[in-house]
């Protein structure tokens, strides 16, 4: 039997262990919910001490992120190579990797600014990251605290340990449990839609990545790419006109540039399909 497939260990219980594996999920995903309002709340305290902002996001994220990593290591008592296994990867399933990453990344940023330009933005705040951006930080140094950082400590957690405790159910049920989860505390974090459909759907592939592969380290790379792109095109922005990014939250889409969104957004959808279709098939389960 494949791990992950059935429920068939429990002789004929399927019904009841799902029940109780959702129940288990749900209990712990109220729990993280607690932690993620409490540890806000201390990160507020640390703000009104007049600690730098920055520096105020990233202790909240490693603790939103490593605290429950840290207690489920302890708790479950196994091996780390069991809990977040690193099984061998041959070099073309890297390369179709890598293409699915960019392909994906390019494709979710092209077609949220196409849908953004026509529903409009479902937040008037400026994020965090682009106020990051205008205080002056250089990139290295975003990059390495909310890009390496939240790379490893969130694919750690949502798809070593989440994956592990779904790991009874269908790869399908797993996934989608997978994305929504990842998707929830990420809007938690960052309100808004599009926050919401990009993790949701991220969450999604990179679950089916990390179940394909069983290397914990091929969701972390994924998840580092889809940041490479998305800060460093912040950046780029920045560089290429001051303000640009503000400029394009806060002002109308022209209709040309929502066509060639959706234009590019296709073409990289596609180009993602068929990569995705050739490597479940070159792929070993």
């Known amino acids: 039997m494949k791990e992950g497939n059935d429920l068939s260990l429990f002789s004929g219980r399927k019904n009841y262990a799902e029940n109780i594996y959702i129940g288990k999920f749900f209990v712990g995903f109220i729990a993280y919910i607690l932690l993620v309002h409490t540890v806000f709340n201390f990160t507020n305290l640390i703000s009104s001490l007049e600690i730098s902002e920055i520096w105020g996001v990233f202790m909240f994220e490693v603790f939103v992120y490593a605290v429950p990593i840290v207690v489920y290591v302890v708790l479950k008592k196994e091996s780390l190579k069991t809990l977040f296994p690193c099984e061998p990867v041959k070099l073309k399933t890297v390369l179709l990797l890598l293409g699915l990453a960019i392909s994906s990344s390019l494709a979710l940023s092209t077609l949220m600014v196409a849908i953004v330009g026509i529903l409009g933005h479902s937040s008037t705040d400026i994020p965090f990251l682009i106020q990051v951006i205008g205080d ?30 779904l790991k009874f159910f269908n790869l399908r049920k797993s996934a989608i449990i997978n994305g929504v989860f990842f998707a929830s505390i990420s809007t938690f974090l960052v309100p808004s839609v599009e926050v919401a459909i990009v993790t949701l759907v991220s969450g999604f592939l990179l679950a089916y990545a990390f179940h394909y592969t069983k290397n914990i380290f091929v969701p972390i790379a994924l998840h580092l790419i889809h940041a490479v792109i998305a800060i460093g095109s912040a950046y780029i922005l920045q560089e290429l006109e001051e303000n640009a990014v503000e400029y394009i939250m806060f002002t109308e889409t022209a209709t040309e540039d929502i066509i060639m969104s959706i234009i590019t957004g296709v073409f990289f959808t596609i180009i993602f399909v068929f990569l995705a279709r050739k490597f479940v098939r070159n792929i070993t389960i």
């Open 136 to 165: 002056g930080y250089p990139f290295y140094v975003v990059f390495l605290l909310f890009g390496v950082s939240t790379a490893i400590l969130a694919e750690l957690l949502f798809r070593g340990i989440v994956c592990n405790e």
